[in-house]
């Protein structure tokens, strides 16, 4: 499964940006995708995860700013960036993993397949 991330850029703080991770997999339904990001020095981190039923989960320093969603017909999960931080300025990374409905992990072992990552970078 290939996965390619887009939609990153540099931003003021306040400001907003979406990213998009995108697939061509015709069994992208089935996969729960997740958001995670890396900053220099730091380790990767989880952001957002949408589950293959639809629910959804979030960091909670993101939680109220971020939104994730997805398109099944377009097999691509988006990631709704307001009110964005210095302490944002990442790159972010989409992930995927085909999962039971009921199954939306959060950790980075979880995840079976990866973007390539995209440079979101907050000033202040």
């Known amino acids: 499964v290939q996965l390619q991330a887009s939609g990153g850029g540099v931003v003021q703080a306040g400001g907003s940006l979406r990213v998009a991770c995108t697939t061509s997999?015709?069994?992208?339904?089935?996969?729960?995708v997740g958001w995670f990001r890396q900053a220099p020095g730091k380790e990767r981190e989880f952001v957002a995860v949408?589950?293959?039923?639809?629910?959804?989960d979030y960091q909670e320093s993101v939680q109220g700013r971020f939104t994730i969603s997805r398109d099944n017909a377009k097999r691509t999960v988006y990631l709704q960036m307001n009110s964005l931080k210095p302490e944002d300025t990442a790159v972010y990374y989409c992930?995927?993993?085909?999962?039971?409905?009921?199954?939306?992990?959060?950790?980075?072992?979880?995840?079976?397949?990866w973007g390539q990552g995209t440079q979101v970078t907050v000033s202040s």
């Open positions: 997999d015709r069994a992208f339904s089935r996969f729960t």
């Open positions: 992930a995927a993993k085909n999962t039971i409905l009921t199954h939306c992990p959060i950790d980075v072992d979880a995840y079976n397949y």
């Open positions: 949408i589950c293959r039923g639809g629910g959804s």
